[in-house]
């Protein structure tokens, strides 16, 4: 067996993180089958490794084993898991004083020969795969001998799973939203006595809108936001990533125009499309009756457009498939507490010209 460890360093480049590593993992090598074991799960993760995966031809048979101990796994990552065509198992062991808690990624040869493992303490997330503290082993089997040892450890874990029922599903998720408030509970107390080990001698005032958790599935998300940047068909475009496209009820590879209903800062309402460009990308289709495109999103410089100063921000309104679209200033105090948020629920993300996140 030939071994392989790498740690990611939360201050790295991206290119130096676990994503890139599974990447190549991912194209090495002709795969008959990919099993993910996580103790955590999110969308956002799910759809870093979904993306890999997808440019392979023919795709793997997949299978995935979401632990639901402490309603850390987003109800909409089993569902994303599921739309794949794979077999998803889901196990949770509270009931007997015990967490579920492996992390491992496994690549069946086709040869039966080659299997590869990756095996470490990043959850299947996106700051578990990008931006966390984290180690992981690579085994690369070398005989038979090893692939019997690599299937035998993924066996003796995807065993402990069963597979869903539609109404163990619904039960989770309601479980799922009614745990949210504490996880930002337990957070914000870490925050509060980290603050007061550094001031001793300071009272400590609670921000009552300090409010985080380890993650917001983004179809119960109340906010969205995206700036607004350069690459938007001058100003009249959002591009959405796969991720965000879930807050939306858009399927995150794709589907037919579809629209959505939206409440405007001058309190009209008016419905705007989503067309789906490709590339894990939807994009908003604004009119002039947005009132901040017809005044326009992006500044005029020596007769070219400068990159927009704003951030469209929407939030999820009682009806469905309705929103409230706003935008504020990239450099003002909302958008530094909206951003906030997301950072410290691991909701945060960006292109290569733009920053996004959902709380």
């Known amino acids: 067996m030939f071994v392989e460890v790498h740690s990611q360093n939360p201050f790295a480049k991206r290119e130096q993180c676990i994503i890139p590593i599974i990447e190549r993992i991912v194209h090495q090598a002709h795969w008959s089958g990919i099993t993910g074991i996580f103790a955590y799960a999110t969308a956002s993760g799910l759809l870093e490794i979904l993306s890999a995966i997808e440019s392979l031809s023919p795709v793997p048979s997949l299978q995935w084993l979401f632990g639901m101990d402490d309603c850390l796994t987003e109800p909409v990552a089993i569902e994303l898991a599921r739309s794949q065509g794979g077999i998803v198992r889901v196990v949770s062991l509270l009931n007997t004083r015990r967490r579920f808690h492996p992390k491992v990624l496994h690549f069946a040869s086709n040869d039966g020969m080659t299997d590869a493992a990756i095996v470490g303490s990043a959850n299947l997330t996106r700051n578990g795969l990008t931006t966390n503290a984290e180690a992981i082993s690579i085994l690369h089997a070398e005989s038979a001998s090893d692939v019997n040892n690599l299937r035998d450890l993924v066996s003796s874990l995807y065993l402990l799973g069963h597979e869903p029922t539609v109404a163990e599903l619904d ?21 509060q006595i980290l603050k007061l080990r550094a001031h001793p001698t300071k009272t400590n005032v609670v921000d009552k809108t300090d409010s985080a958790s380890p993650g917001i599935d983004p179809t119960i998300a109340t906010r969205c936001w995206i700036e607004v940047g350069k690459n938007t068909a001058l100003g009249r475009e959002l591009e959405i990533k796969a991720e965000q496209a879930l807050f939306f009820g858009l399927h995150h590879s794709g589907g037919n125009k579809q629209d959505r209903e939206f409440r405007l800062s001058d309190g009209s309402s008016t419905k705007l499309n989503f067309k789906y460009q490709g590339n894990a990308m ?70 290569t010209t733009r920053q996004y996140g959902w709380s």
């Open 171 to 191: 039960e989770y998720r309601r479980a799922y939203k009614a745990a949210r408030p504490y996880h930002g509970k337990v957070a914000h107390l870490t925050r």
């Open 282 to 351: 939807w994009r908003l289709q604004m009119s002039n009756e947005v009132p901040e495109v017809r005044r326009g999103l992006r500044p005029s410089l020596d007769g070219r457009l400068g990159r927009s100063p704003y951030v469209a921000v929407f939030e999820r309104t009682r009806a469905r498939n309705s929103f409230k679209l706003s935008f504020v200033r990239d450099k003002s105090a909302d958008y530094r507490r909206i951003k906030r948020d997301a950072e410290m629920n691991g909701t945060a993300g960006h292109t």
